[in-house]
């Protein structure tokens, strides 16, 4: 279940009071515990004291000073009333050989008295270390030592015996006040943790409740919020773009006379535009046909020529000339009436030619293409077009240069299509140095989700005055050109949802940069 602004803001503020109370009481515990601990000592050495000097009366001037610490009543009544302390468990004087002599218990005098832990160690130590031995499952009893000196010789030892389960008791009688405290600190934060929640998130009710009343198509929807804080100023945003929702859907919802008018136009023109096209794709057609048979008329004019038969009509002059300029057929030179025939006939051919590239390059461009678009990496298509533009580039002592990264991501285009029109930017960008040069094929991503892919040449440049049409059809800056190139590179780029531009420099080279979608991951 996911907790709502809300709850995460009651768990978000318990918590911190939770840790705090938690922080808190360990510290008091720990502080308590060596409080507990240092009165118990305090006690023990108070009743050793108190031992002490009764011993030390009646060992004065006695025979036997054993004897006389068993026998005094005095320190019987002593020893049996230290059980009454708090946390004590009792009190006995030992000889120097560790035996009892009197104790709180008559029944163990004369038996040993095995030394126990230190009290006073155990008050020295860390606050964790004395919470365990406190707390320990099973408890011990603790002691208070004091020496006693006869004639300044060992005597004896005074032992009193204090127990961790009292001390455990006391501890947790006195945590009881504290844990009440700590329950009800934890309460009262949940309580203001609720009301400040409440009254910190009115302001996002009261915007959900008009973004739900703006879904559902209610006009002139208005928050009211105080002003003077950060939901005050969100909330004059949300008032003005509702206002402005509210006038656009008035706007729209007005007629407009000539809006069904201009919209029957624009659908005319398109109609018109598709019937010229198809009406240009056709002429185009037609003129093709006539080019093919002028074409082959004329290579049979050639031949005819070149067999003499256009010039038998000029072999009795060249005969009676002696042969000096010979007769045209196999073997025979071809007189100047057939030789300027023969390049009349290279001219014709040349401009028909021409206008054939011109015609074609048209219906390729008019072509509708089908897309078939898949993942495609930009380092194979440079593999696949570096064997041709190297053949070009060893003409004109160009060296290329390809740099595609292997982690390159995919672009989503039509493999054929993007190898064709980066190989009419690479042999442009060959053809542009015709005194070499270097020629560089690189790839990189870029913002967007997309792929940037550059072809850039240190050749001759392009002047500004002509970089703006080098996209339009039949526009070339090369004296052999056709303008058909980059004007198919133009449309192979748009058709992939791409954009290409150019930079260039007269004399320094041009840059093509393209940008081509990623490939879905």
């Known amino acids: 279940m996911r907790l709502g602004i809300k709850g995460k803001q009651i768990a978000g503020v318990t918590g911190i009071v939770g840790v705090a109370v938690l922080t808190l009481s360990g510290l008091y515990v720990a502080r308590l515990a060596g409080v507990v601990l240092h009165e118990s000592h305090a006690r023990g050495r108070l009743l050793t004291d108190v031992i002490f000097h009764r011993a030390r009366q009646v060992v004065t001037g006695a025979a036997d000073p054993y004897a006389a610490l068993r026998t005094d009543p005095g320190l019987r009544a002593i020893l049996e009333s230290s059980i009454y302390g708090e946390s004590v468990t009792g009190a006995a004087i030992l000889d120097a050989g560790g035996a009892i002599v009197a104790s709180s218990d008559p029944a163990r005098e004369g038996l040993p008295l095995a030394p126990r832990p230190d009290l006073a160690a155990l008050v020295e130590r860390g606050a964790i270390e004395q919470l365990r031995v406190i707390y320990s499952q099973d408890g011990q009893t603790l002691e208070v030592r004091q020496p006693i000196l006869l004639n300044n010789e060992a005597f004896g030892s005074i032992r009193i015996g ?4 009292l001390m455990r008791q006391e501890l947790n009688a006195a945590l009881g006040p504290a844990l009440l405290t700590a329950a009800v600190a934890l309460g009262v934060a949940v309580l203001v943790a609720a009301l400040l929640a409440q009254l910190l998130l009115r302001p996002i009710h009261v915007i959900r409740s008009g973004l739900t009343r703006l879904g559902k198509g209610e006009f002139g929807v208005k928050l009211d919020l105080p002003p003077g804080d950060e939901f005050g100023e969100l909330g004059t945003f949300f008032n003005a773009v509702s206002q402005q929702i509210s006038d656009d859907r008035t706007h729209l919802a007005e ?23 198809r009406l240009t794709a056709g002429v185009a057609h037609e003129v093709k046909n006539p080019l093919n048979a002028m074409m082959i008329h004329l290579e049979l004019l050639r031949t005819k020529i070149s067999s003499g038969v256009l010039a038998g009509a000029a072999e009795p002059v060249a005969a009676s000339a002696g042969g000096g300029l010979g007769l045209s057929g196999a073997g025979r030179a071809l007189d100047p009436a057939a030789q300027g025939a023969l390049q009349h006939v290279e001219v014709i051919e040349g401009a028909v030619r021409r206008l054939d590239e011109v015609v074609q390059g048209f219906l390729k461009f008019m072509r509708p293409e089908d897309l078939r678009l898949q993942p495609v990496r930009i380092a194979t298509l440079f593999e ?10 060893s003409a004109n002592n160009v060296k290329v240069v390809v740099d595609a990264p292997a982690s390159l991501p995919d672009v989503n285009g039509d493999a054929a299509m993007l190898r064709q029109a980066l190989l009419n930017l690479a042999i442009n960008g060959c053809q542009a140095m015709p005194h070499g040069g270097t020629l560089r094929l690189t790839a990189a991503p870029a913002a967007r989700n997309r792929v940037e892919v550059r072809v850039e040449d240190t050749g001759i440049g392009i002047p500004p005055e002509r970089l703006g049409r080098i996209f339009d059809l039949y526009y070339t800056t090369k004296d052999r050109g056709t303008g058909i190139g980059l004007s198919m590179v133009y449309r192979s780029i748009q058709m992939h949802d791409g954009e290409v531009e150019v930079e260039s420099t007269p004399g320094r080279g041009t840059t093509f940069r393209i940008l081509l979608p990623r490939a879905s991951e």
């Open 384 to 393: 696949e077009i570096l064997p041709l533009v190297e053949s070009e580039a």
């Open 255 to 277: 007629p407009d006379a000539g809006e069904p008018a201009a919209m029957e136009r624009a659908l005319a023109y398109s109609r018109r535009l598709v019937a010229l096209g």
């Open 162 to 165: 204090v127990s961790t389960v």
